[in-house]
């Protein structure tokens, strides 16, 4: 079963880079926030912000694996490597959406952007269970 030991490497390396974007984004947040002030200081404006970005998180999970699982299905030598390389980015990609409420928010409503980071979470475990093992790498 070495085959799916590289889904779930890629998606684990998608996983830790979203922790480590956090992580880093929280920490600029955190140093920033006294020169800079906040952008989305009104609480509803961080909340409009927070459950756009947040639904374009949760929508994108079965129309990416849906994509993903056709890839792995291409005739193409390169399909399994593009499957694995894109289930990367595919279970990384909510800290590019978590940003805006990282980084421009108060301190009290920073916790919607690590919400959204953690969509991660759903995401690397959609990609382990709906995605195939890729046949050539």
């Known amino acids: 079963m070495v085959k799916r030991t590289k889904v779930i490497v890629s998606s684990g390396l998608g996983l830790g880079l979203c922790l480590l974007v956090t992580a880093g984004a929280i920490l600029i947040h955190h140093l920033l926030l006294p020169l800079l002030p906040s952008l989305l ?8 912000v ?6 374009l998180a949760l929508l994108e999970i079965p129309l990416m694996i849906y994509g993903l699982r056709k890839v792995s299905e291409g005739k193409s030598d390169k399909a399994a490597t593009m499957t694995l390389w894109g289930n990367g980015v595919f279970v990384s ?12 928010t108060n301190t009290a409503l920073i916790w919607l952007g690590v919400l959204i980071s953690a969509t991660s979470l759903l995401r690397f ?8 093992s890729p046949q050539k790498t």
């Open 125 to 132: 475990t959609s990609s382990i269970l709906f995605l195939p």
């Open 93 to 104: 990609f909510p800290v590019v959406y978590a940003l805006p409420n990282l980084l421009l």
């Open 50 to 55: 927070f459950l756009f970005f947040l639904a």
């Open 41 to 48: 200081r009104q609480p509803f404006i961080a909340w409009g």
